[in-house]
């Protein structure tokens, strides 16, 4: 599937099919999020956690797989209740509901939330008795938080903004490796 084919969500999940085959198996899942400077620890327990959640979900009329493989081309079906809205049921960026995130819940700043901010947005997601929904918002936005927050613990829009798209995805590694390689002795040869 081209990239300018894909729509916002297909982007956003797109940086863990590693091998670009459209299928997300739960290796891709951890070895994308280690690549964006996660544990071993969370990497191996998120790739568990999204992978069950989403395969079956992803995979209509298709028999149930002990890989548990996500179609990345129908991961609009794979979406959870008690979330933002910002993603519509096609896989969508609705650009007022991602507006409304921050004219609701940045008090502090304007274009950024603070943590007792973001939780009081996670919180005003919850639909009723939808607990799946409400662990798997926590878990997004705690993850976001705790890997993009500014040393102010500010997160900001524009990260927000390209963790919807997934392009922010493909930066963090980027700086992820260029500090690994900085890090990494010179020859003397």
């Known amino acids: ?94 650009a007022s509901r991602f507006e409304e995130i921050f004219a609701k819940h940045a008090h502090t700043h304007p274009n950024a939330l603070t943590s007792n901010e973001l939780k009081t947005f996670i919180k005003s997601n919850r639909e009723k008795k939808d607990y799946g929904g409400w662990l798997s918002g926590y878990v997004e936005w ?14 900001h829009k524009d990260t927000i903004r390209a963790a919807y798209d997934g392009s922010l995805f493909e930066l963090m590694e980027k700086e992820k490796s260029s500090k690994k390689h900085a890090n990494t002795p010179k020859s003397t040869i």
């Open 1 to 94: 599937m081209e990239n300018n084919e894909q729509n916002f969500l297909q982007k956003h999940v797109m940086f863990f099919d590693r091998n670009n085959d459209g299928i997300i198996y739960p290796s891709e899942t951890f070895q994308g999020f280690r690549a964006i400077g996660c544990g071993i620890l969370l990497s191996s327990a998120t790739a568990v956690f999204i992978n069950v959640g989403l395969s079956r979900q992803t995979r209509p009329g298709k028999s149930f797989s002990l890989h548990f493989p996500i179609e990345v081309k129908n991961i609009q079906m794979g979406k959870h209740g008690s979330d933002s809205g910002v993603y519509d049921k096609e896989g969508r960026f609705v």
């Open 142 to 155: 705690k993850i976001l938080y705790s890997l993009c927050k500014d040393k102010n613990g500010l997160l």
